[in-house]
T-cell receptor
């Protein structure tokens, strides 16, 4: 089984709808992240969380919110989806105790299309 | 966060060594240099990380000069399956309070042919 899972894998929705993307991990990592990737571009950080009580904005948090329900779960919500939020969304985790490592473990991605 | 610059694309042939250079002139003292690989429609995968000099693992080598303003990812004897986008990232290790806030640029598209 995959260590980092994302649901759904694909979603098509309409402008104005509320959407929730979910991420679960079995790696036991403290840190979790949400990124979006647009075609031909790199990943941009939306939100990140160091533990259950910690939520931080990334570089493009406007229009998004997150919830860290448990150590293993980190959800991303689009309160009112708009077409320019059409993108590939990735969840990632990293281990606080890994010392000097910047290794993040990525999920398979959720392809979101907003019509 | 230090900005990185790397070539947009590179072409190679199977069996050749590929070197991708990244420049990061504004690298900070606490920053590490990390490389990721990404295949289409998949999440990035960590390849290697270093702070200075040379680091080698089973997949690649990373060369970092003394001034740390650039780094070179070396892939020995590439194969078709190495065709992917390679990202060079610079960031602290998260222990100084900044978290593992990695900034992905547009990366280098490596194409390996027969």
């Amino acid at each position: 089984d995959a260590d980092v899972t994302q649901t759904p894998r694909n979603r098509i929705t309409k402008t104005g709808k509320r959407i929730m993307l979910e991420c679960s991990q079995t790696k036991g990592h403290d840190r979790m992240y949400w990124y979006r990737q647009d075609p031909g571009l790199g990943l941009r950080l939306i939100y990140y969380s160091f533990d259950v009580k910690d939520i931080n904005k990334g570089e493009i948090s406007d229009g998004y919110s997150v919830s860290r329900q448990a150590q293993a779960k980190f959800s991303l919500s689009l309160e009112s989806a708009i077409p320019n939020q059409t993108a590939l969304y990735f969840c990632a985790t990293s281990d606080l105790t890994s010392g000097s490592s910047n290794e993040q473990f990525f999920g398979p991605g959720t392809r979101l299309t907003v019509l | 966060l230090a900005k990185t610059t790397q070539p947009i694309s590179m072409d190679s042939y199977e069996g050749q060594e590929v070197n991708i250079t990244c420049s990061h002139n504004n690298i900070a003292t606490n920053d590490y240099i990390t490389w990721y690989q990404q295949f289409p429609s998949q999440g990035p995968r960590f390849i290697i990380q270093g702070y200075k000099t040379k680091v080698t693992n089973e997949v690649a080598s990373l060369f970092i000069p003394a001034d740390r303003k650039s780094s070179t990812l070396s892939l020995p004897r590439v194969s078709l399956s190495d065709t992917a986008v390679y990202y060079c990232l610079v960031g602290d290790n998260g222990l100084t309070g900044g978290g593992n806030k990695l900034t992905f640029g547009t990366g280098t598209q490596l194409k390996v042919e027969l």
